[in-house]
């Protein structure tokens, strides 16, 4: 049986999209016919037996990363953890006597960079981000992105092949990269698990289970609170849009859900907001989604990264606001899947026109969501990656 391993470093932990990403890859190959190993840290979150795991302790980062202080030690712990990993998973693709195949699905090319040979012609990578540049947070996480350029285009060289998940993303690392690598980079879909729900309506009783009024309509914020996202623009919009309320569910990142909860209480709408500050695990995952109207995910226009909550989003058959990376808007635009709104003004007309919605129009924009989704889905991808391999 052909062999392939995921080397994933946040596929056990609870927080972003690592675990989806690679469980959603690691199941389609092993329907296709491989035996699969998913290699990270040591974390929480467990696949299913079939997937095999091998998983490294390391030592645990700072949680608190408000004071600058706190966020180099925080940095300095992630590196080094991420280089330690890289080198253990070198020890452990040396010590296998038939060499399996390797697809790297990591935010982290630093350290992976330096100890990609070992791997030369035999792997894959999926580019999460390909913002290598100061546009970020801090001048700190610049810095680092900026010096990420490097190891990037050793990995680069060394790969059979490279994907990202958009047009805009591929040129944008091209142009950071240099025109030289165009040919090792194609754009893939980024997978979700095939439509488990095909209802137009919100579901009452997830919206029971969360503690929701069964009568008003609800926003959906699904995965971690990060910087880069815009939240104000909400806000200012529920301040006006009385049946509307704001569902929030995901872990902590470099954004608290005290500083939303303020900005909740200075505008006068902390009731209409309806936190669940932890990861959404896979079998909870439904009644958020299904409690919703429509999925929000609102970027800063400088990020070229995707969003896996957009893509989850057609599992669920729910139709998505969004603003930012260009792929993503495109993404929904072309294929009508929701709208593109990144001032109060634009979203407030834009849950006015989906209230007005009738049936059949409803009907046609989840019948898009669905035709995308089939098209899109998990063992979709798989097949494309392996048609590099």
Not at 339 to 358: F, R, V
Request: hydrophobic residues 35%; positive net charge; glycine residues 6%.
């Amino acid at each position: 049986m052909n062999k392939i391993v995921i080397y994933s470093p946040g596929a056990f932990q609870k927080y972003g999209h690592s675990f989806d990403y690679s469980k959603g890859l690691a199941e389609s190959f092993i329907e296709l016919g491989y035996d699969v190993t998913i290699f990270g840290m040591s974390g929480p979150l467990s696949f299913q037996k079939k997937i095999n795991v091998h998983k490294i302790d390391l030592a645990d980062g700072l949680k608190a990363k408000h004071t600058l202080l706190q966020k180099i030690k925080w940095g300095f712990i992630r590196i080094k953890n991420y280089q330690r990993l890289s080198e253990e998973f070198k020890n452990y693709y040396q010590s296998l006597q038939n060499k399996p195949l390797v697809i790297f699905e990591t935010f982290e090319y630093f350290s992976l960079g330096f100890n990609i040979k070992p791997f030369a012609n035999n792997y894959l990578c999926v580019f999460h981000d390909t913002n290598f540049n100061f546009k970020q947070t801090s001048l700190l996480a610049g810095i680092y992105k900026f010096l990420c350029r490097i190891p990037s285009r050793i990995i680069l060289k060394n790969s059979k092949q490279a994907f990202v998940h958009g047009e805009k993303m591929k040129s944008n690392l091209v142009s950071q990269m240099g025109s030289k690598y165009q040919k090792k980079i194609s754009v893939i879909p980024y997978g979700a698990p095939t439509p488990r729900v095909t209802s137009i309506a919100p579901d009452k009783k997830s919206k029971q289970t969360l503690g929701l009024n069964l009568e008003a309509r609800y926003l959906l914020s699904f995965g971690t609170l990060r910087s880069d996202k815009e939240y104000l623009p909400v806000v200012e919009v529920l301040k006006t849009k009385k049946n509307w309320g704001w569902i929030i569910a995901g872990p902590e990142g470099d954004y608290s859900y005290k500083q939303l909860e303020k900005l909740a209480l200075d505008n006068g709408i902390t009731d209409k907001i309806h936190t669940f500050p932890k990861f959404i695990q896979n079998h909870e995952q439904q009644n958020y989604f299904m409690a919703s109207d429509l999925v929000i995910n609102l970027y800063k226009p400088f990020i070229r990264h995707e969003s896996g909550t957009v893509q989850l989003a057609r599992t669920y058959n729910k139709p998505v606001l969004v603003s930012g990376p260009p792929d993503l808007t495109a993404y929904v635009a072309e294929r009508n899947l929701g709208w593109i709104g990144t001032s109060e003004h634009e979203i407030h007309n834009i849950l006015s026109t989906y209230e007005k919605l009738d049936t059949e129009e409803l009907q046609q924009l989840h019948s898009n969501i669905y035709d995308i989704a089939m098209e899109n889905s998990w063992i979709k991808v798989a097949k494309k990656v392996l048609s590099f391999a």
